[in-house]
């Protein structure tokens, strides 16, 4: 499965930032990494230097071999918190998307 981290101009997009990331993308997912060709993180912080709640925004981007491309979106206080919410969405979009194949 391929990694990919993409942030705006607000949000500092080192490789720790990307390790963070893939560690809690992966771990989320579990066994269904295996069933991705690719996965994207979207970061960004709505209100910039404003500050506010649940001003940072996480989009994932799936894509599921011979399906199309599944994403979610998920806004919390900060960037792990987003992260992790947004994996949790993923994983619950994956698991019924799956299911659904398994039933036809």
């Given amino acids: 499965m391929q990694f990919q981290l993409n942030t705006d101009a607000h949000i500092q997009g080192d490789e720790r930032l990307a390790e963070v990331a893939e560690t809690i993308v992966t771990s989320a997912l579990g066994h269904l ?3 991705l060709s690719r996965v994207e993180v979207h970061l960004g912080d709505e209100n910039a ?4 709640a649940d001003d ?6 799936s894509r599921p ?4 491309p599944q994403t979610v979106t998920h806004n919390d206080a900060t ?4 992260l992790r919410g947004a994996s949790k969405k993923l994983r619950a979009l994956l698991d019924s998307e799956f299911g659904k194949l398994a039933r036809r």
């Fill in 65 to 68: 071999e011979g399906m199309q």
């Fill in 56 to 61: 940072i925004r996480c989009t994932l981007e």
């Fill in 49 to 52: 230097a404003k500050g506010g």
């Fill in 33 to 35: 990494t295996d069933r």
């Fill in 79 to 82: 960037v792990d918190a987003a």
